[in-house]
């Protein structure tokens, strides 16, 4: 027996023998950690200020954690009002055009990734539409808030960056006002 065939039957019993070990473990019920789910790098659309579709395979990813204005809600600075929800929808565009993105998957409601994204120049996506004060955090319920996340928006908010400058609804405030039950919701 050549020195390559024992190679490959060496490699062929540790495989048989790993598969044997995981079926085993598995139905023992060994706990196995679930993975978080890594996107592999992607060209999007954005659809809205926080969510995003993969233009090859369709599929939407929501950022975690933060909300942003609807595409029709306005803020008023001073006695102007400016399109709160366009700036928003410009600055994630901006973000991701013409740039590779990846997620983090978190968990998936309503046909959509609620996730954790990057592009080539921003870590944190949602990070940084809060620090640019075109996001807000999520209220405190369903274990939304990243701590990080409420840090950077109180200092923007003592900044006087993006909505912080204006007066504007929360936009889960606006979207309850105006009777609507959009994809956008958190």
Known sequence: MSHLHKILLAAALCFRGFAAFAENAAA????????????????????????????????????????ACQRDQVANLGRQPWQCGVAAIAWLTTAT????????????????????????????????????????????????????????QEQARKAYKGLWSSQFAMPWDYRAKQGSSRKNDP
């Open 97 to 152: 055009l013409n740039k590779w993105v990846s997620c983090n998957a978190l968990r998936e409601k309503d046909g959509r990734r609620i996730a954790r994204c990057s592009s080539s120049e921003h870590a944190d996506l949602a990070g940084d539409m809060i620090k640019d004060g075109l996001a807000v955090c999520l209220p405190d319920s369903e274990d939304q808030r990243v701590r990080s996340y409420a840090q950077d």
């Open 28 to 67: 023992e019920g060994v706990y196995t950690p679930k993975a978080l789910t890594q996107s592999a790098p992607m060209r999007v659309e954005v659809v809205d200020g926080v969510t995003f579709r993969d233009i090859e395979t369709g599929l939407e990813f929501r950022l975690f954690g933060v909300d």
